[in-house]
């Protein structure tokens, strides 16, 4: 069974930069759909960043400051968060979808002081 780990949440200053990683067991990150979702206090949770096939896709909120990208090397799927804001404060959850399922970490949180 795919379990996914994420990490590299924690509490930061708007402006800053954060990289969030999720490893996977019994799975190899690639050429599967893939991506990031958050959920914020009181929100539903919402789309980010996907990754397909080397074809990516941004959230409007994090079109120009975020970047998904795979690292084969070490088998991980991050995001770099880049000029956070507070409205980014979430619970950040990796997911990828293979073999007609899919399948979520537990999220890792990110929070954004102003």
């Known amino acids: 069974e795919v379990q996914l780990l994420e990490s590299g949440g924690g509490l930061v200053q708007a402006g800053d930069s954060l990289i969030l990683s999720c490893t996977a067991s019994?799975?190899?990150?690639?050429?599967?759909?893939m991506g990031w979702f958050r959920e914020a206090p009181g929100k539903e949770r919402e789309g980010v960043a996907t990754?397909?096939?080397?074809?990516?896709f941004y959230a409007s909120s994090a079109k120009g400051r975020f970047a998904i990208y795979s690292d084969n090397a070490e088998n991980t799927l991050n995001l770099q968060l880049n000029s956070l804001k507070p409205e980014d404060t979430a619970v950040y959850y990796c997911?990828?979808?293979?073999?007609?399922?899919?399948?979520w970490g537990n999220g890792t949180l990110v929070t954004v002081s102003s």
């Open positions: 990754l397909t096939r080397g074809m990516t």
């Open positions: 019994s799975f190899t990150f690639d050429d599967v759909p």
């Open positions: 997911t990828i979808n293979t073999h007609g399922m899919d399948y």
